[in-house]
């Protein structure tokens, strides 16, 4: 099992340019999240999924991020358009169902100058 | 959810055994305790979860009071790779949320 698979691991971006995040779950896991981490702030829960659908997305900071989960194997968090305090290490969960254990990926450091 | 305490920080000798407490006098009967830890860089990592009853995996053990209004992680044999930041959270089975606070740095010293 490859685990909770992140890309990109880091991305240093504009001012102002879409950055898309990407994270592929564990395969049967139906349930997936995705956290912000600073270091003002901590683990913050941003949105998560159950079979696909958004359940939670009181996390979301804004209108300019947004996330999607088009399959079960598949989930995209996007910002646009970024602004220097978005940088952050974003994380992508999934669980086998609510109750369970999350498994999390390796997170991406995100940059914004 | 049920909101909780740690302290800050804890420092634990190589080779004895860590423990880590945690205060959640609001629980409510239908909520569980789980553990999780950090280490630098890294994603958090499942440790242990309980509901009444003490439970112990190959990680830590996890004791939890009879009013349950408290906990205590136990790792019982501490290394230098064990050094983290340990979160401990309150959640309500069905809501699929974990919502992190603070936790506590643990520094395992040689």
């Known amino acids: 099992d490859a685990g909770v698979i992140q890309s990109p691991r880091h991305e240093v971006t504009e001012m102002g340019q879409e950055v898309t995040l990407r994270c592929k779950p564990i395969?049967?896991?139906?349930?997936l999240f995705w956290y912000r981490q600073t270091m003002m702030r901590g683990l913050e829960l941003l949105i998560y999924?159950?079979?696909?659908?958004?359940?939670?997305d009181s996390g979301m900071p804004e209108d300019r991020f947004s996330a999607k989960m088009p399959n079960a194997s598949f989930s995209t968090l996007k910002i646009q358009p970024s602004e220097p305090r978005d940088s952050a290490v974003y994380f992508c969960?999934?669980?086998?169902?609510?109750?369970?254990?999350?498994?999390f990926g390796s997170g991406t450091r995100l940059t914004v100058v | 959810d049920a909101k909780t305490t740690q302290p800050p920080s804890m420092d634990c000798a190589e080779g004895r055994a860590a423990n880590l407490p945690c205060n959640h006098s609001?629980?409510?009967?239908?909520?569980?305790v789980y553990w999780y830890r950090q280490i630098h860089s890294q994603g958090p990592q499942y440790i242990i979860h309980g509901l009444k009853n003490n439970e112990t995996n190959e990680m830590a053990s996890l004791i939890i009071t009879e009013d349950r209004k408290s906990s205590t992680l136990i790792l019982p044999h501490a290394t230098l790779r064990d050094t983290a930041v340990y979160y401990c959270?309150?959640?309500?089975?069905?809501?699929?949320?974990?919502?992190f606070g603070q936790g506590t740095t643990l520094q395992v010293k040689p």
């Open positions: 395969s049967g896991h139906n349930s």
């Open positions: 999924f159950n079979n696909n659908v958004p359940i939670d």
């Open positions: 609001t629980i409510s009967g239908n909520e569980y």
């Open positions: 959270i309150v959640r309500v089975t069905n809501t699929g949320k974990l919502i």
């Open positions: 969960a999934s669980s086998l169902e609510a109750n369970y254990g999350y498994t």
